[in-house]
């Protein structure tokens, strides 16, 4: 972990002592700790501890110019200049408060807002009351916050608790929270992905019938974000081609929006010639209007034909320059379920994939899905019930075997 910046967000908890100990051991590996206390974190450990264990200037809500040490000072917004540096973001120990506000996206102190605005890894490690962590809205939240946002989890265990009781909700021991956190780390540092050039596709396109309408899909763009989120993570270069889509775009992440699939299809064939592996997880439109109408369709008109034309398939496309161009590897998506297995079949041939993961069509814009995938050599793999988020780490594992 030498020279890895770790940001270790500390919460109002009695274990929060605990990290005296655990900033000793990131800093014997080599990491620089940078801590951000949350308000309630500081009635229970001193900010001159802090800084004086990790050397830096610890970081909270109110400015305290007697704490000032080295400062991350790329700009003039502190949490974002935290996020930005931010390799791995530890949460030790992460209150019942904390764990709930993150799920729903309240930025209200520091620390949320610090966690908000960075796509670093997060490793969370609670520490409460044994109610409060079984009560159903923190093990939602915690559901929610492994499933869309990908954030790892360690404990809490078993053990005599602050208010007397000898329940879950002790914090997990320091050694298994350092472990946890190499492994992060070096999963990111080892990975074969890293300094790979990534093209994803993602969302729905448009294809316009007059100024205001549009024919289009449900697609939320969510496993193509996650895809590049993942993948981003694990030190690829990657670079996002969208359609239109309300899914918040990962930040460092180079994106270019489209709307039509014929955008898309330039933008793409424009990318494809440097890159080293290409993702279609966009739901392009098969069709478009003939012609766009160039005013406002009156309601007066009883009945209206519209001609469709094909549009490009730019999988297709790019399978047939896949090995004369640059990309060795091509993954593609295709809406179906196991009664679909054979059409597949010859899909994933003809376009010249790699992989090929069909997810049925009722899954557009959820968030749990189903997932086959299908391999050149006729391997199949089944995933009955998962998260698109969990999916995306099984397909960027799928990937690192094929580079």
């Not at 039509?260 to 494809?272: G, L, P, R």
């Not at 597949?344 to 069509?361: F, H, I, W």
Request: charged residues 30%; hydrophobic residues 40%; positive net charge.
């Amino acid at each position: 972990m030498k020279n890895k910046k770790i940001i270790l967000g500390i919460t109002g908890s009695i274990a929060a002592y605990k990290c005296c100990e655990l900033i000793r051991r990131l800093k014997d590996k080599g990491a620089e700790v940078f801590c951000v206390l949350t308000p309630n974190a500081e009635k229970f450990i001193t900010l001159l501890t802090l800084a004086t264990l990790t050397e830096k200037r610890v970081y909270t809500d109110l400015p305290r110019k007697e704490i000032l040490r080295d400062e991350v000072k790329t700009g003039e917004i502190e949490h974002i200049d935290l996020a930005r540096i931010a390799d791995l973001i530890l949460v030790v120990p992460a209150s019942a408060n904390t764990i709930n506000k993150l799920s729903w996206g309240i930025a209200d102190n520091l620390l949320t807002s610090v966690i908000l605005a960075t796509d670093a890894p997060v490793l969370i490690a609670p520490a409460m009351n044994s109610a409060m962590y079984n009560n159903p809205l923190t093990q939602e939240s915690i559901a929610r916050l492994k499933q869309i946002r990908g954030f790892h989890f360690l404990g809490p265990v078993k053990g005599m608790l602050a208010c007397g009781d000898g329940d879950i909700g002790r914090l997990i021991e320091i050694d298994k929270i350092v472990e946890k956190t190499f492994t992060i780390i070096e999963k990111k540092e080892k990975s074969k992905l890293k300094g790979k050039k990534v093209l994803i596709t993602a969302g729905p396109t448009r294809e316009d019938i007059d100024p205001i309408r549009f024919i289009s899909n449900a697609s939320s763009g969510k496993m193509g974000y996650y895809l590049a989120q993942e993948i981003s993570q694990r030190g690829g270069k990657v670079i996002l081609v969208s359609g239109p889509t309300q899914t918040p775009v990962p930040e460092k992440i180079k994106t270019f929006f489209v709307n039509s699939a014929e955008e898309m299809y330039q933008k793409v064939k424009f990318i494809f010639t440097s890159l080293d592996i290409f993702i279609s997880a966009a739901a392009v439109s098969d069709y478009r209007p003939g012609k766009k109408l160039s005013k406002k369709i009156k309601k007066e008109i009883k009945n209206l034909n519209l001609t469709l034309v094909r549009n490009p398939d730019i999988l297709l496309e790019m399978g047939k320059k896949k090995g004369v161009i640059t990309p060795k590897i091509l993954i593609g998506f295709a809406l179906g379920d196991k009664n679909s297995l054979e059409e597949a079949r010859k899909k994933l041939k003809e376009k010249n994939l790699d992989l090929l993961v069909l997810n049925p069509p009722e899954v557009m814009s959820k968030e749990e899905t189903q997932a086959y995938f299908l391999y050149p050599d006729k391997k199949i793999v089944s995933y009955p019930k998962i998260y698109k988020r969990e999916l995306a780490v099984k397909i960027t594992d799928e990937i690192e075997k094929l580079v």
